[in-house]
């Protein structure tokens, strides 16, 4: 069997929808691969977020002093990528894949959003061009859009797959939906309830016929949110 290095920088200490997402991938692909996952904090301090008979293997790193260089999480990189030298590397962290890229290794990076700062720019259009980057996943067509537009001299929308982050498209045919609907997250910029508030303004038969919640952490702790409501 072969081997998968998913490199990350999630955090399994709390329930956070993107620990329980990259949990859950890994299990699923564990039943066809072996799966190393790199990722924060120390695996005996998770939430039982995997599965008791899980059978990917973990290496935790904690930051602490070291969090801004993360000389850990370069250690524990280095270690996997000496110990299963023809492994697969797939990871969100951008960080991560950016290290195993420079040590010649082929990538395939997941991206949720656009590059940000001035290395990661600069590096995109690097990894973008470059035979060892095998594919960069996007998890919108909208965001493969706005990624497409950083290449301006070569078209790399055939370098750019969309798989939506864990969302099920499904048909209806009645206007009413008579059905519950909610919006699980975070309420800050990017995560789009700004524009449920926009729907809910302009058609608001469709969210009193659908019983539509938005369910997030306290306003009190959403700086942003208190500001506005």
């Known amino acids: 069997m072969s081997n998968l290095l998913y490199l990350s920088d999630a955090s399994f200490s709390n329930h956070s929808a993107n620990g329980i997402h990259i949990a859950r991938i890994c299990e699923a692909l564990s039943e066809k691969i072996d799966v190393f996952l790199l990722h924060r904090g120390r695996s005996k301090n998770d939430l039982k977020i995997f599965d008791h008979d899980s059978t990917v293997k973990r290496y935790g790193t904690s930051f602490f002093i070291f969090d801004d260089l993360r000389v850990i999480y370069i250690l524990n990189l280095l270690e996997l990528l000496f110990r299963k030298p023809k492994a ?6 951008y960080f991560g894949i950016l290290i195993a890229f420079m040590l010649g290794k082929k990538i395939v990076l997941e991206l949720h959003d656009m590059p940000k700062g001035y290395i ?39 370098k750019i797959v969309v798989f939506p982050d864990g969302a099920d498209y499904f048909e209806t045919t009645t206007t009413h939906l008579n059905s ?22 302009t058609f608001p038969e469709f969210i009193i016929d659908t019983n539509f ?14 500001k506005e409501s």
Do not use: H, W
């Open 213 to 226: 919640s938005l369910i997030s952490t306290p306003i009190v702790d959403n700086p942003e949110l208190a």
């Open 88 to 93: 697969k590397i797939y990871g969100r962290s």
């Open 120 to 158: 990661q720019n600069k590096s995109f259009k690097l990894l973008i061009s470059n035979k060892n980057c095998l594919k960069i996943v996007s998890i919108t067509e909208a965001l493969k859009e706005d990624l497409c537009k950083l290449s301006k001299k070569n078209d790399i929308s055939s």
């Open 180 to 201: 519950k609907l909610a919006y699980f997250g975070s309420f800050y910029k990017g995560k789009g309830y700004k524009k449920l508030a926009e729907l809910a303004k």
